[in-house]
């Protein structure tokens, strides 16, 4: 399992670093970014935050636009933000913004041809963490958190895996993908017909399903365009209701799906997780 070092920035004393690696889940190569916060320089081992990014992302929009570092920084605390999908020539793709090459979905496809790349899930699950503590100074205290399809994954993995993972928490995250055209889409085509299958995928399912009741917080813009026809926040708080889970879920007004959104309230997010590695 070797790394290939392809960007390096200073920023808030940490590091900003781009990796590539073969991924043996995915099948081809892959591409990472990672926050290193200035505690690592004096030996310190940090804990980690996993951030999903969503549709159309790579691992380069987190990075970019959340202004993330500097509460990192100050909390100690890495950032590893992967790619959406795998990618490149040879991948299967589709033309559509919502399906293919930047929209994973963060599913172990069955149905070809997506199923020779396509396994999101076991990629996040297991090679990168497994990476990332092979690799860099970092403790097996682990946060996962996203955006939209992101935000589905986050909630979906930390559910399935809450032994995993400290807390868990999401921006404008897609619920209910079984109820919503980006989740049935994705679904039909990753998964196949058989909607027993999605159910696996599903974090209001899911929530229902799960034992462990890992804190969790949802942010959500009122101004959202996705918020009605593929969000449907409503759906997770009816399932945190049926099981007594402890959902915190915050309706901001006047915040659209942007990372205008994510940038104003990533501060609270990060303390958020901070306070469960312990
Ligand atoms: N391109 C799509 C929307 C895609 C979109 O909103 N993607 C979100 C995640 S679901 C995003 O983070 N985009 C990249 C960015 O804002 O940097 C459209 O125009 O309807």
Redesign the pocket.
Known sequence: MSLNNISSNKIFGGWNKQYTHTSTSLNCEMRFAIYLPPQIAQGKKVPVLYWL?????TDE?FMH?AGAQRIAAELGMAIVAPDTSPRGEGIADDEG?DFGQGAGFYVNATQAPWNRHYHMYDYVVNELPELIETHFPVTQQRAISG???GGHGALTIALKNSKNFSSVSAFSPIVNPINCPWGQKAFTGYLGKDKETWQEYDATVLMQKSGAKLPMLVDQGSEDNFLVEQLKPEALVEAAKTVNYPLEIRMQPGFD???FFIASFIEDHLRFHAKYFI
């Open positions: 990014s969503g549709l159309t992302c929009n636009k913004y955006h939209s399809m799906h942007s990372y």
